[in-house]
Nanobody, 124 residues
């Protein structure tokens, strides 16, 4: 069964750091593009960072310079290092994956596999 599992969410104070992990089972992330998304209740899912099979990355402006996406193919895991967290970063964070295509997907509907989400709460 192909699945993704996120972990690492927690409650932290503003300025703190967290590292989220996205571990795959049943699929080989080395052949997949992976994206991190976040969602607030009643809001649409927002893509924040993406990584291609070749390591190419994209960040949205709101997290650029604070978040870093990386992959460890040997561990079949993609990470999201989040530094200098702000209250507006509070959300449920999801990772998603799809087989590599010609471009790096940034829309939720372009991804085939999703994790269950992990909660990040940042207090001021």
């Amino acid at each position: 069964q192909d699945q993704l599992t996120e972990s690492g969410g927690d409650s932290v104070q503003s300025g703190g750091s967290l590292r989220l992990s996205c571990v795959a089972s049943g699929l080989t992330l080395a052949y997949h593009a992976v994206g991190w998304f976040r969602q607030l209740p009643g809001k649409e899912r927002e893509g924040i960072s993406y990584i291609r099979d070749n390591g190419y990355t994209i960040y949205v402006d709101s997290v650029k310079g604070r978040f870093t996406i990386s992959r460890d193919n040997a561990a079949n895991t993609v990470y999201l290092q989040m530094n200098n967290l702000k209250p507006e970063d509070s959300a449920v964070y999801y990772c998603a994956a799809r087989m590599t295509i010609s471009h790096l997907p940034t829309l939720p509907e372009e991804y085939d596999y999703w994790g269950q989400g992990t909660q990040v709460t940042v207090s001021s």
